[in-house]
Every structure is written in C-alpha cells, then in structure tokens.
C-alpha cells in the first residue's frame, strides 16, 4: 500500500464522530411531541448540502496532504484525492480499483517529481478517455 492511502486511511479513521444510539421508541416520541419545522423537502437539502461540505473539506485535506508532503503540483494531488475518494467503476474489480489507486499513490511517491521535471500533467498521470477509460488496459 503506498504512504497515501496508509496516511488517508490514518486520517479517515480519527475523523469518525461515535454516534450515541437512541432507543427508537424515544426517537418517536420526540417527532411526535417536536415536529420538524422544516418544510417537505428542506431537511433532506440541508442534509446533501452538509454532506457535500464534508466531502468538499475531505477532499481539500487529501490533496493538501498530498502536496505539501509529496512537493507536488496542486493539480496531480488534487487528482490523486479525487481518485481515493471516487467509487469504483462497475466495470473494475474491486481488487483491481484497489491496486489502481495504490499504484497512482506509488507513482507520486517514487516518479512525480522527476515526471513533473519532463513536463508532465495530471492529465498524462490521471487522465483516460471519457468514453472508453479502459480501452488501454485489455485485461481489466
């Protein structure tokens, strides 16, 4: 496993907030006797835009990690935590996703800086056809 996703991993197991259960019949009996205020759909937005804004700040801690631990452009880490953070295609096995993003954290660790040096770009390291991403790689 590359120092990226061991550190990620690191960070994403000390951010967890333990939940406190709550016995379902007090749970109801609280919508009961406190109703939400909130209109029909407004308490599901809040929730997306709330859920959005902890991904965002997620995204910006990798990468930032990323960059100034690995020295490289903003644009490769951002990359690099755009690819930790998306799901798995359907079309890759899991295992193979696993060593994919494995492999991109291994490439940054030993290769970014002489690649950035030949003028490489996130597009070149990151980058695939949008229409056909795996269309390179006949045995995935």
């Known amino acids: ?29 609280q919508n009961v006797q406190n109703p939400p205020a909130l209109g029909t759909f407004e308490h599901i937005e809040r929730f997306e835009r709330a859920q959005a804004s902890a991904e965002q700040s997620a995204f910006e801690e990798r990468a930032a ?26 079309a890759i096995l899991p295992a193979r996703w696993r060593e994919l993003v494995d492999n991109a954290g291994v490439f940054i660790d030993r290769w970014a800086v002489q690649a950035a040096s030949l003028g490489w ?20």
């Open 1 to 29: 496993m590359s120092r990226w996703l061991a550190r990620l991993d690191e960070l994403r197991g000390s951010s967890e907030i333990p939940s406190v259960p709550v016995a379902p019949g007090v749970q109801n009996v």
């Open 65 to 90: 990690i990323v960059e100034f631990d690995a020295g490289v452009p903003r644009e490769w880490a951002e990359g690099f935590a755009r690819l930790c953070q998306m799901p798995r295609p359907a």
């Open 121 to 140: 770009n996130a597009a070149d390291i990151f980058g695939c056809h949008r229409e056909a991403p795996l269309a390179s790689i006949p045995s995935w």
